[in-house]
């Protein structure tokens, strides 16, 4: 059990599942776009009429961490919790859901599940290096992970203050809302085998709504609103492990190694993901999902 008392796979010890809690919103956002590119006609085809839902799956089950975000709840610490189970399982979990929804929704599911399947591609593939920096003294992951976010939006040729992380999380319908409660609810079966939660389509449009709402905070031009972010941390008791979400005018340089190499990373994982959607789509889940969403084969 991890200390939330979410059910993790065995060899999980307490600290790792906090260090989960990550946010890079801007980097998953890239990288789907990257891979969105990329993909043969035929998938970007399939995928287009759904893209809010493809673009809301870039984010894998962060998504979760907003549900109710200042307090502990079951929902919130399956956002981190799944993190810990290997792709084949949450991958092939939401393949399952996705064929038991009624025929009319199974492309639209479809469309989250391969924008998951990125989120994974890329956790797994930074998470490691990640880790390695962190182990090394250099910040903490948040801190990372947040100069790797301001670093891209400049790349991008944009500023920190007047890029919206969050403006690609839009279009959402109430169907997609229900399609989501279902495929969460079946997850939840990882993470609470003895008490699944009975996910409805209401819990996902409020972590959807904080989502977005949190992440303006957090970005916003306006002092007053990052002040009050800064508030919400402190009495959240969390601001100095997760002060590096906040955004600043502009990436610090002493991180401008570490966003390259990052950036190194993401081009790779966007690479090798085409041909990885691909097989998703055929249900062919290859050995590239044995470990988890930090890159580590659970124990
Ligand atoms: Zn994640």
Same mark, same amino acid.
């Given at each position: 059990m991890g200390f939330s008392g979410l059910p993790v796979? *065995?060899?999980? *010890?307490h600290a790792t599942e906090v260090s989960?809690?990550?946010?890079s919103n801007y980097a998953h956002r890239i990288y789907g776009d990257a891979v969105y590119s990329a993909l043969s006609p035929s998938l970007m085809q399939r995928i287009e009429p759904y893209m809010p839902l493809f673009r809301l799956g870039l984010h894998g089950s962060d998504l979760?961490?907003?549900?109710?975000?200042?307090r502990k709840t079951p929902l919130g610490r399956m956002g981190s919790g799944l993190h810990h189970f290997s792709g084949r399982a949450v991958i092939g979990c939401l393949l399952e859901a996705v064929d038991d929804l009624p025929e009319e929704q199974q492309d639209a599911g479809m469309a989250y599940v391969l924008g998951f399947v990125c989120h994974y591609l890329l956790d797994s593939a930074c998470r490691p290096y990640v880790d390695r920096l962190e182990a090394a003294g250099k910040a903490n992951h948040l801190a990372i992970e947040g100069e790797f976010d301001l670093w891209l939006i400049v790349e991008e040729g944009g500023t920190p203050f007047t890029t919206d992380p969050v403006s690609h999380l839009t279009g959402l319908l109430p169907e997609d809302f229900e399609i989501l409660a279902a495929l969460y609810a079946r997850l939840s079966r990882l993470s609470y085998p003895d008490a699944p939660l009975k996910e409805r389509p209401e819990h996902i449009v409020s972590a959807h709504k904080w989502m977005v709402i949190v992440n303006h905070f957090f970005s916003s031009p306006r002092l007053w609103r990052r002040a009050v972010a800064v508030v919400g941390l402190m009495l959240s008791g969390t601001y100095e492990k997760r002060k590096g979400v906040l955004y600043h005018k502009s990436p610090d340089p002493a991180f401008e190694g570490c966003s390259r190499q990052l950036y190194a990373l993401l081009m790779d994982a966007a690479t090798e993901a085409p041909a990885v959607l691909e097989a998703v789509t055929r249900r062919d889940l290859s050995p590239r999902f044995d470990a988890d969403f930090g890159g580590t084969i659970p124990k």
């Open positions: 796979p *065995s060899g999980v *010890s989960y809690i990550m946010p979760l961490f907003y549900y109710q975000p200042f």
